[in-house]
């Protein structure tokens, strides 16, 4: 796969979908911070902005939110319009090691943000960075993003994920999209109660983690990101990753990016 190939992947999933048409992507963008440069920043703001919304993991530190406004402004640069928002979450309410903060960036042109996103803080007790959730709109209707982290996989992730399938009853009449990194892959029986109410991810069989050294052609380590879906009200149109990692000359450049790749899916809302 060629920087080409990466170039025109995310052309196409940014090729002017009508209106009814909406592309969201998860990322887990490694210590979104102080730890990214310039470069890294336009690099990140340039892969988002292929889509409508995109779930952001890590924003780590004092300087994460001041990280997330230079990737902002990297998205608005010459557009006076500013059609790109972003908002970020408080700081989650797990050890210091372990909370960060979560972000949404938005295309204000092509969704509307119905509310302040918040984070749930429910299970608080249960689950170490609690999920970040936005309602938007489009054409009319509504969708809950469910933006979520969970802890690593030496600490089971099981154990919070497994609190994910109380939401659409706590949530009725929501079209709810899960996404995130959840340290497990969608084969995981954790997700099966989501499954059986109708729930599909996104990407199958598709490892999301970079290696630190690609082995032949396999870059990728782990299935961990995904994104979920209720198949009863939302229709997938296209779904994949952007393989951002093809566009620098070895893993160590494209690990300062991040050590994950984006997650999209383009659906329509019914």
């Given at each position: ?19 009814q ?27 988002i ?25 990297r998205?608005n ?21 372990e ?25 608080s ?48 009449d929501q ?86 790749v ?9």
């Open positions: 796969m060629s920087r080409l190939y990466v170039i025109a992947l995310l052309l196409l999933v940014s090729s002017y979908f009508p209106a048409q909406i592309s969201v992507a998860t990322w887990n963008v490694q210590h979104l911070g102080n730890s990214k440069n310039q470069e890294t920043i336009n690099a990140i703001a340039d892969i902005k292929s889509f409508d919304v995109v779930a952001v993991q890590e924003v780590v530190g004092k300087t994460g939110s001041a990280a997330v406004e230079r990737v902002l402004n998205l640069a010459g557009d006076s319009a500013k059609r790109w928002k972003a908002s970020v979450s408080d700081i989650t309410t797990g050890s210091p090691s909370s960060d903060r979560y972000a949404f960036f938005y295309n204000s042109h092509r969704v509307l943000l119905v509310s302040k996103p918040n984070l749930y803080t429910k299970y007790k249960q689950i170490v960075r609690e999920p970040y959730l936005a309602t938007f709109s489009v054409s009319g209707l509504r969708f809950t993003l469910v933006n979520f982290h969970a802890v690593p996989k030496s600490r089971q992730p099981e154990q919070e994920i497994k609190y994910l399938k109380f939401f659409p009853a706590e949530l009725p079209r709810i999209i899960f996404l995130g990194d959840f340290n497990v892959p969608q084969s995981n029986n954790v997700f099966n109660p989501l499954k059986k109410m109708g729930y599909a991810p996104a990407v199958v069989n598709q490892k999301t983690s970079l290696k630190m050294k690609c082995v032949g052609a396999e870059c990728l380590a782990s299935e961990y990101d995904n994104i979920f879906y209720n198949t009863a009200n939302i229709s997938i149109i296209a779904s994949g990753i952007i393989p951002f990692y093809r566009n620098y000359p070895d893993m160590v450049a494209a690990r300062k990016v991040s050590d994950h984006p997650v999209y899916m383009v659906f329509t809302l019914r």
